[in-house]
C-alpha cells in the first residue's frame, strides 16, 4: 500500500521555472526509486525523469535533459522536479510514481503545469 501526493504544479510564462514535489507514504521501504512522468490531451503517457532511492542516479528523456532536474530527500520520503526554461510544450499533467525493478507500480493524482507564451 502506497500513497503518492504530488504537488507544485501551476500557470508560469515561457521561460519561467516550476518545482514539483511528490511526497510518498505507506510501505515505500522496499521501493527502488521514483519517475516523473507527463501527459498532455490528446497524447500518450511520456517519461520525464528517474532517481534511484540508495545512490540516487538518475536518468533523463532527452527532451527535458539540461532543463530539468530530479531529486530526492530519502528522510522525508520525497522526490522533486526542477523544472527551467519551461516551454509551452511542457503543458500537461505531472504525474510521480514508484517502481520496483522491473516496472512503475503506485502512480499519484497528478498536478496540472500549463506555460504560457
Known amino acids: 500500500q502506497v500513497e503518492l501526493v504530488e504537488s507544485g504544479g501551476g500557470l508560469v510564462q515561457a521561460g519561467g521555472s516550476l518545482r514539483l514535489s511528490c511526497v510518498a507514504s505507506?510501505?515505500?521501504?522496499?521501493?527502488?526509486?521514483m519517475g516523473w512522468f507527463r501527459q498532455a490531451p490528446g497524447k500518450e503517457r511520456e517519461f520525464i525523469a528517474s532517481?534511484?532511492?540508495?545512490?540516487?542516479?538518475?536518468y533523463y528523456a532527452d527532451s527535458v535533459k539540461g532543463r530539468f532536474t530530479i531529486s530526492r530527500d530519502n528522510a522525508q520520503n520525497t522526490v522533486y522536479l526542477q523544472m527551467n526554461s519551461l516551454k509551452p510544450e511542457d503543458t500537461a499533467v505531472y504525474y510521480c510514481?514508484?517502481?520496483?525493478?522491473?516496472?512503475?507500480?503506485?502512480w499519484g493524482q497528478g498536478t496540472q503545469v500549463t506555460v504560457s507564451s
Open positions: 505507506g510501505r515505500t521501504f522496499s521501493s527502488y526509486g
Open positions: 532517481i534511484t532511492w540508495s545512490g540516487g542516479s538518475t
Open positions: 510514481a514508484t517502481r520496483n525493478t522491473v516496472r512503475y507500480t503506485y
